[in-house]
């Protein structure tokens, strides 16, 4: 069974960091493309940044370009997301997602930026 | 990367068809094959019903159909069912080597 698991979110005080985890399993990580993909409470769905399969192409938003780094560690099928300079609009809940299709979504991890 | 925009509602009632567009540009859904649909019900994650304008997941419905015409892309939803209200957003690959979303339609039956 396909299973990815984010953690790492929490409240954080604006300009602070943060870095979010993924756990993936019951697939071979290293075949796939991951995404993040944020959504602020109410909102709709915006599209972070997303990494090939074996960490040679990467791409972000430009909402979040020079503040979020994402990297990927398919010895431990696991997925980051290095959040710095952090500001109130990036208070969401955080997915990733597998694929160019993101056909498997995680449960998400919370992050507040807030005072 | 200006979200794509769709209608903020579309509502039927059980048995009807329904359909959700999504309009982009010409670097986005008028450029490529590579549009997707997700559901999302409250508190839960998305799901993909549609990729790659009109291709459906294993476990998907027939009931859920996709198609592009320029730069609008659309969602049909036949035989409209109460399990199908919900969030549904459309995602457009661009060519900025980025993927947009769109504005995201609350379906409701009647």
């Known amino acids: 069974e396909v299973q990815l698991v984010e953690s790492g979110g929490g409240l954080v005080k604006p300009g602070g960091s943060l870095r979010l985890s993924c756990a993936a399993s019951g697939f071979t990580f290293s075949d796939y493309v991951i995404n993040w993909v944020r959504q602020a409470p109410g909102k709709g769905l915006e599209w972070v940044s997303s990494i090939s399969s074996l960490g040679r192409y990467i791409y972000y938003a430009d909402s979040v370009k020079g503040r979020f780094t994402i990297s990927r560690d398919n010895a431990k099928n696991s997925l980051y997301l290095q959040m710095k300079s952090l500001r109130g609009e990036d208070t969401a809940v955080y997915y990733c997602?597998?694929?160019?299709?993101?056909?498997?979504w995680g449960q998400g991890t919370l992050v507040t930026v807030s005072s | 990367q200006s979200a794509l925009t769709q209608p903020a509602s579309v509502s039927g009632s059980p048995g009807q068809s329904i359909t959700i567009s999504c309009t982009g540009t010409?670097?986005?859904?008028?450029?490529?094959?590579?549009v997707s649909w997700y559901q999302q019900h409250p508190g839960k994650a998305p799901k993909l019903m549609i990729y790659?304008?009109?291709s459906r997941p294993s476990g998907v419905s027939n009931r859920f159909s996709g198609s592009k015409s320029g730069n609008t892309a659309s969602l049909a939803i036949s035989g409209l069912q109460a399990e199908d209200e919900a969030d549904y957003y459309c995602s457009s690959y661009t060519s900025s080597s980025t993927y947009v979303f769109g504005t995201g339609t609350k379906v409701t039956v009647l």
């Open positions: 997602a597998r694929g160019d299709n993101r056909d498997y």
């Open positions: 790659d304008v009109s």
């Open positions: 010409s670097s986005d859904v008028g450029a490529y094959n590579y």
